[in-house]
């Protein structure tokens, strides 16, 4: 289930609240003593998070949704710290990166129990059922719930958090269903855009040093500029990995790209989602932008269909 976008906090007793994590958004399916964790796009993300895919409660039956957060430096949710972790495979790699970048899950719904579905259910059953079991002390973590939203948009704001999703009390869980019964409202000026080229850095032909990116809208993928900023290192490299099997011979972009930014660009297929932090959104350029991250849990036309709304 999706949230819809709002531009204020609904007030009203028919609203409960809830901080919006900076995360990866999961189904977690415990059943007949197995685990499988699945992406948004439907993909088994199991391997990947081996610290969270061991349910705290056995093999109790259970379908929950929640979020997966990592923290940094000042301990606030921090997609880019993430990044480090979600696109790992190797185990190897992913039993070294569990320690050096633990992950969190915030359950916050609970969609099954002991074979019982509980998605038809009004909202607040089913936080009181997910609220009662024994998950302290444990890397899945229950998040509250607040009546005051404007309480809990200042007190995030204040925190550094993302914002606020607002759920109305008495409305059911609706799979795969972008609804208005949950609205999200953020602080931070950060948008997903499509990559549509890359620029590489001067005096080389292959270390990526910025993105070309886009909005997928009606008329096609209109260009809202370049992002240099925050592609560093093993950054750059694992950029320039995803998108070398996607090269094409010109713009995806709908509308003229600046000579100043087409000039040495290597044009890619529009396939690839990325998320970038900016200081103004609306505008027709983004405005000092900054990368924070892939989005492989997010597809181009996933953006068309939310842009629609």
Same mark, same amino acid.
């Given at each position: 289930m999706l949230a819809t976008k709002t531009d204020r906090v609904p007030s009203g007793d028919?609203? /409960?609240?809830?901080?919006?994590?900076? &995360?990866?958004?999961? /189904?977690?399916?415990?059943?007949?003593? *197995?685990?499988?964790?699945?992406?948004?796009?439907?993909?088994?993300? #199991?391997? *990947?998070?081996?610290?969270?895919?061991v349910p705290p409660l056995g093999d109790r039956d259970l379908l929950v949704d929640g979020e997966v957060i990592a /923290?940094? @430096? !000042?301990?606030?949710?921090? $997609?880019?710290? /993430?990044?480090?972790?979600?696109?790992? !495979?190797?185990?190897?790699?992913? *039993?070294?990166?569990? #320690?050096?970048?633990? *992950?969190?899950?915030?359950? $916050?719904?609970?969609l099954r129990l002991d074979g019982q579905d509980l998605a038809a259910r009004p909202l607040e059953e089913r936080r009181a059922l997910l609220e009662e079991l024994p998950l302290a002390d444990s890397t899945w973590q229950v998040p509250a719930a607040y009546d005051d939203g404007d309480m809990l948009f200042d007190a995030t704001l204040q925190? &550094?958090? @993302? &914002?606020?999703?607002?759920?109305?009390r008495g409305s059911r869980y609706r799979f795969d269903a972008r609804s208005d019964d949950w609205r999200k409202l953020a602080h931070r000026h950060r948008g997903s855009f499509v990559v549509g080229g890359w620029r590489p850095q001067v005096g080389t032909t292959s270390r990526l040093a910025a993105l070309?990116?886009?909005?997928?809208?009606?008329?096609g993928l209109?260009?809202?500029?370049?992002v240099g900023s925050g592609i560093t290192g093993a950054t750059s490299t694992r950029l320039a990995e995803l998108l070398a099997p996607l090269a094409a011979g010109g713009s995806p972009f709908a509308d003229d790209v600046p000579k100043v930014d087409a000039s040495g660009t290597v044009w890619v297929e529009p396939r690839?989602?990325?998320?970038?932090?900016?200081h103004g959104l609306g505008y027709d350029r983004?405005?000092?932008?900054? $990368?924070? &991250?892939?989005?492989d849990d997010v597809s181009p036309e996933d953006l068309a269909r939310e842009g629609d709304r």
């Open positions: 028919q609203w /409960l609240h809830e901080v919006k994590w900076d &995360g990866v958004r999961v /189904l977690v399916d415990v059943r007949d003593g *197995a685990t499988r964790m699945t992406s948004r796009n439907d993909n088994n993300v #199991t391997p *990947a998070w081996p610290d969270l895919s /923290l940094n @430096e !000042r301990g606030v949710p921090d $997609f880019r710290v /993430l990044q480090h972790r979600m696109h790992v !495979r190797n185990a190897n790699d992913v *039993a070294r990166l569990v #320690t050096t970048v633990p *992950a969190t899950l915030m359950v $916050f719904d609970l925190q &550094g958090l @993302e &914002g606020v999703v607002s759920k109305r070309l990116v886009g909005e997928p809208t009606p008329d209109l260009y809202r500029g370049r690839v989602v990325v998320d970038i932090d900016t983004l405005r000092q932008p900054s $990368f924070q &991250g892939v989005r």
